[in-house]
C-alpha cells in the first residue's frame, strides 16, 4: 500500500515493534533481520521511522505477556495517550510477533489496534491491516486468522514437548542422580561431565557457620552483621553478587533443603497472565549433603515455631513511600524503611549497607517528614519544577526560582521591619519595589512552566498531573502516593545531610529538590 500525500504533508510516522522469545535469538540473527526489515520498509513508502521504536526482547507472546506488560503493551499506551498519532504505522514481521495466543484473541488484538487508528504492516507478506481493510476484504481477515492458527499451534506444540523433556528429565534424577539443568546452589559446582557435583568448600563453611550460630539461637540480623564484619565474601557472581550479606539471604540459606541433599523441583503455569510456581514431589539425595539432617530440622522446626509477628506492610500494600525510590548518599546504596520498637514505633530510612553492618554510616531519617514533605511538594516543586530536558529552559527556570525565593525573602524581612515600628517611605518604597518585581518574576515562571510542558510531552504532562492529582488527595494511600512517584522517578537521594530529597526524572533533566527537615550545623 503506497502512501499518498501532497508535497507539504508531514510524512506518516513508522514504529517497528521487533520481539523473540529466548536468550539464545538474541545471540543470533532475529533482531537484526527484523529491524533491518523495517527500515527497508519505511525507505521505500517514504514514511518516517521512529528512532525510540519498540522491542521485546526474550519475551513470549504464547500467553500474551508482551502486550500486558511488555514494550508492546507500552506501544498501545502511548496510542491511548496520543503519544504515538493516529494513522502511524506499526511495522512487524509477522502476525505471531504481536500475539501467538489462541487464534480468536490474536485476531482481536488485531482490530484492537487497527481500531485506534494504527496502520499494522506485517513485513515478510507485505500484509497491511487497517480497519478499512479488515472491513471490506474478508479474505485479509481470514489470512490473520490462518496466521495466528499456525502461530499458536506452534507455540502449543514447543511448549507439549518441553513439558514432556522435563518430565523425562526429572525421571532421571529421581532414579538416576542425573542432574537436571546447570543451575546449582551458590556452594556447589556441576562436575565438568555432569554427572554430578563438586562441593566448593569455601562456601559450604560458611554456611555450615550459618547453621551452627543459628542453631545456639543466634539471630538472622546478628548473623549477617558477623559476616559482613568479618569480611565474608558473598555468594553470586558479576552483576548476581551481592555487595554484602542481607539478612533474607540468611534466611533463604537456613530454609534451602539443598543443604542436606533434597532438590524440589518446580512446575511453572501461568495463573491470570502471571507465572506461579508449584513445588513438585522433593528428591532425596539428588546433591551432596553438607549439613546434618537432624541440625536442618532443629533449626527449622525453631522457625516454624516462631509466631512473633513480622513488622510488614498488609498484603499488597507498601509501607514506606519511597520503597525502590529511596538511595543513600554516602553509598547509593538502597534506604529502606525500619520501626523504632515493636509496637507502631517511629518508621525510619536507613542505609541498607549501614544495617547490615557493611561500612556506611548508621543514619535516621524521620520517614513521617519525608512522607509530610513529599505531599506538600504535590502542589509545589514536584509540579512546578519538572525538567524539559531542554537545558536552556531548565536553567531559565532555576534562575527564575531564586530570584523568586530571594525577593519572597526580602518582602519578608521588610515586613519585618515595618511590623516592628520602622515604617518610613524609602522602606516603604522597597517594599512596593519588591512586589512588583515579584509579581513579574511569578508571572514569567509560570509561562516557563507552560513552555516546560509543552517541550516536556503529553506523556509527561500527564505523569506530572498524576503525581499532582495524587499528592495533594489527602485520602491517597501510601501505595498510591508510592505507584504514582515510581511511574515518574528512578530515584531519589535522601540528602540528610542537608535536609532535602533529590528526584531524579526518568525523562533526564536537572533532578528535583524537595526539603523535609533542617540542614545538619
Known sequence: METMKSPTQPRPKAYSYVRFSTPEQSRGDSKRRQTEKAVRYALDHDLDLV?????????????????????????????EDGVVEKGSYLLVESMDRISRER???AVRLLED???RGIVLVTLGDGKVYTTGILDADPMAFMWAFMVAMRANEESETKAKRVREAWGRKKANAASEGKPMTMRVPAWLALKADRSGFDVLEDRASVVRRVFREADKGIGQHTIANGLNK?????????????????????????????VIGTMVPHETREVGGKKKRDALAPIPNYYPAIVPVAQFDRVNSRKAGNNTPRMRASAGEVSNVLAGLAACPACSATMTRVNKGRKGGTPYLVCTKAKAGAGCQYRQVNLEAVTAAIRHAGGRQLVFEVPSGDEGLDDERASLQAALDGLSQSVDNILTEIEGGNASPALRRRLSGHEADLATVTQRLEEVHERTKRASGRAIGKLVASIERVLTNPASTVTEINTALRDAFVRCVVEYREGTMLFFWKHGGVPTAVPYAIADE
Open 51 to 79: 528512532d525510540d521504536s519498540y522491542m521485546d526482547l526474550g519475551v513470549s507472546a504464547y500467553r500474551g505477556r508482551n502486550k500486558d506488560a511488555g514494550a508492546l503493551a507500552d506501544f498501545l499506551q502511548a496510542v
Open 113 to 115: 489496534i487497527c481500531e
Open 230 to 258: 568479618d569480611g565474608v565474601e558473598t555468594f553470586g557472581d558479576g552483576s548476581r553478587k551481592a555487595a554484602f550479606w542481607h539478612r533474607s539471604y540468611i534466611a533463604k540459606i537456613l530454609g534451602n533443603s539443598a
Open 103 to 105: 487464534p480468536r484473541k
